[in-house]
């Protein structure tokens, strides 16, 4: 949303000295399928106590294509994004953006007067999809729930 991977995500790895290339999200199965793509390795707004993980809208039909084309689907997260009081996805609440965000585009009416718009700003990546989650800690491989708990306990 709102271009963040090329304002923001870009800009640290660019900073890092990491290469970088920026795609349009819609072009990452086509990239997998085609070998392109040896892993992916997003961020997370929030885990759940069982692994599952809130991320920006899109993350969920990456995680999805990833395990198709068996690519390792990686979560790096600070560990301040567990929340073990959430005990799965199902229990994060899910922001709603404005639905204008669709429909007009510099504040210019794009959809015809009457069309509505669903625009939910995170979605839901079931644990399953997850190869590990990275944390500044460790590493929590699945089942994630015991791995997750002991990651919050542990000393800093």
């Known amino acids: 949303p709102f271009l963040q991977g090329s304002r923001l995500t870009a800009w640290e790895l660019h900073k890092d000295r990491i290469p970088v290339t920026i795609i349009a999200d819609n072009m990452a199965a086509s990239l997998l ?9 997003v961020g997370t707004d929030r885990i759940a106590a069982n692994g ?37 996805g199902g229990d994060i609440p899910i922001e709603q953006r404005p639905a204008k965000e669709l429909t007009e585009f510099g504040g210019k009416q794009i959809a015809p007067i009457g069309v509505g718009g669903f625009n939910p700003a995170f979605d839901i990546t079931p644990a ?6 990275i944390t500044e800690r ?17 000393p800093k």
């Open 52 to 88: 599952d993980v809130a991320n920006k809208i899109g993350t969920y039909p990456l995680a999805v294509m990833a395990q198709r084309h068996n690519v390792p689907f990686y979560v790096a997260a600070p560990l301040s994004s567990i929340d073990l009081k959430c005990a799965s």
């Open 138 to 154: 460790g590493i929590v491989y699945p089942p994630f729930g015991a791995g997750l708990s002991a990651l919050k306990r542990s």
């Open 128 to 133: 399953e999809l997850i190869t590990a989650i």
């Open 33 to 41: 399928r085609a070998g392109e793509i040896n892993c992916v390795i």
